[in-house]
């Protein structure tokens, strides 16, 4: 619908009056209207069906069905209803102006007609019903605008979680790599020094790791690697507790509010985990299968100390196992 060019623009005229059908079909076509006429309610709802006016300018009096009962018909049809209706009448009672307004009318004109005032409202009323459409079309786009905007977001938070996970796992083991454990070690120390609770570490490491190796080949090792991560993982149950590698072919395990017996149960529950694997190492001469020297320490951590003294006393629990022949766990105390 284009108002400038009026020929674009189809007006539905009902009235009962021969005369003035007439005459105001005379008149807008000469204004440039293409302009539909209709005698009676029945035709005029049959008419806007078929021709589909931009406005229909509706009689109120008129015999057969009335022009409110013709305008309730329309504005029932979802084919017509967005059509604007204005009604012509003799009656200006305010009852009536009323209940054609609430009948869905946009505007009441009164007989005898005028010719400029007729054009006015029509126009006024296309203008109208065109900023309607093009606001209800910016709306949609909006909508639309906003959809691919939350599904973009989706996707990115989605992107978001893989990275941390990236950034926060061992690729070939699939347990905390080690920057998560240092980072995480960080946040539970501190807590424990808060709670003044125990924290517990443990140090795993595969016993004679390059001599297997070297017997089965590298790929062989990572898979003896993967398989003891899980392994371990399988025995730490806790949300709060980690189980990370630490490096090369050892695995670390925080144990926040955990004291001693419990990781040192914990230790010998991750080293049975790992023999039920039953990982043959015909190198090892201590076993016929893979083997775990664990090193465990417990604390009770003081203020302004730091984690490196955990990892500390781990590492020399670790170095003990092994020198007390491997396959076992050794508890060490921190120093402070
Ligand atoms: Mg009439």
Redo the contacts with the bound molecule.
């Keep these: 619908m284009n108002i400038e060019n009026f020929a674009d623009v189809t007006v539905l005229i009902v009235?009962?009056?021969p005369v003035?059908l007439e005459e105001i079909f005379q008149f807008l076509s000469n204004a440039g209207f293409k302009v539909v006429m209709a005698a009676d309610g029945e035709s005029a709802i049959a008419k806007a069906q078929d021709t589909n006016p931009d406005i229909i300018v509706l009689?109120?009096?008129?015999p057969g069905i009335d022009g409110f009962e013709t305008c309730r018909r329309l504005k029932a049809n979802p084919l017509t209803q967005d059509i604007p209706i204005i009604f012509m009448t003799a009656l200006s009672q305010t009852s009536v102006v009323v209940k054609g307004f609430q009948l869905g009318a946009v505007d009441f004109i009164i007989k005898p007609i005028h010719q400029e005032i007729i054009l006015a409202r029509i126009i006024s009323h296309l203008t109208i019903q065109k900023l309607q459409h093009s606001l209800q079309e910016q709306n949609l786009k909006l909508q639309r605008e906003i959809q691919q905007r939350q599904k973009a977001e989706a996707a990115l938070v989605k992107a978001n979680m893989q990275l941390k996970n990236l950034a926060t796992s061992d690729s070939l083991t699939q347990v905390a790599n080690r920057r998560r454990f240092d980072e995480y070690l960080e946040q539970a120390w501190g807590i424990s020094i808060r709670e003044a609770w125990f924290i517990s570490l443990l140090m795993c490491d595969v016993d004679f790791f390059k001599r297997y190796n070297d017997n089965w080949g590298h790929q062989a090792g990572d898979r003896c690697l993967y398989q003891v991560a899980q392994a371990i993982k399988r025995v730490i149950k806790r949300p709060a507790d980690l189980v990370a590698r630490y490096g090369g072919e050892e695995f670390a395990v925080i144990l926040p509010h955990t004291p001693e017996e419990g990781a040192m149960m914990v230790a010998q529950l991750i080293r049975s985990s790992v023999r039920e694997l039953a990982l043959i190492h015909p190198e090892s001469p201590i076993s016929d299968y893979v083997t775990l020297s664990v090193g465990v320490t417990s604390t009770v951590p003081l203020r302004d100390s730091s984690p490196d003294i955990l990892v500390a006393a781990a590492d020399l629990a670790v170095y003990q196992a092994k020198e007390l022949g491997r396959d076992r766990a050794v508890f060490l105390p921190v120093k402070k």
């Design positions: 009235d009962d009056s003035s009689d109120i009096i008129m």
